[in-house]
């Protein structure tokens, strides 16, 4: 994997999700190269060869929170924090260690055990929360779309380490996959050492964007049967797949009190 140096991009962004101010992404692309990815359609390289880091990121990282109060920032957004290339240059490490110091928590979204690596940060900064992204039930299917992830059973465990010295954890079963995501399995697996599980579903911005290209491809090799269900669903947010898969899903949450954030 190349890995580049970034001069462009500001480092910390405003958020669009309602619960946080800001948000940032240490690195910029992502290895695991998941094929349905949102972020793939504003890919600078190519995510299986090449991604970048910024260029002098902790002293413009100090520079930007030096004019924010401290608060929770929402980190992973468009890659993952944790890819393999953290284990070498540690942007996410040193970014946890300067928050701490100044005072600032974070939401964290990792689908990779490594980030077992930083609970000593975590359990320093107790607005934190970590959470990992699941959206298949066994490894075969798996590899099919995200075949450069860690697998299920590595996100498990290091929820559950994580839940056991008392962090805030969640989970994201996203995306939900039409007929291929198993939503109840996966949140029977994940319950045990979530605070919270958000459901996302499968969203595509139009039939020219490349994760589309991406997801119909391994579709037309392996559930030709779907590709055409896909077309409808996907670009639908009402379609009546999504409205049955609401409604199964808020019975499954009164009759087993669980804390599903349905976002489908």
Known sequence: MKVSKCFKRKILNPCNLEMYNYQM???????HFCNYCYALNEAETDWEKEIMIHEEFIERLSQALSKIEPQTIYIGVDTDPYQP???SFKQTGKLLELFEKRGFSVCILTKSGLVTRDIDLYTKMPASSVGISI??????TRNLFEKSAPPNKERIEALEKLKKVGIDTYTLISPVMPFITDVESLIEAVVPFSNTIWIYRLQIESEESPNWYNIQSILNRHFPDLTEQYREIAFSEDHPFWLELRQQLKEIQSKKDLNLKIEL
């Open 25 to 31: 992404d240490p690195y910029i692309g992502c290895e």
């Open 85 to 87: 290339s953290e284990s």
């Open 135 to 140: 959206a298949f039930q066994n490894e075969q």
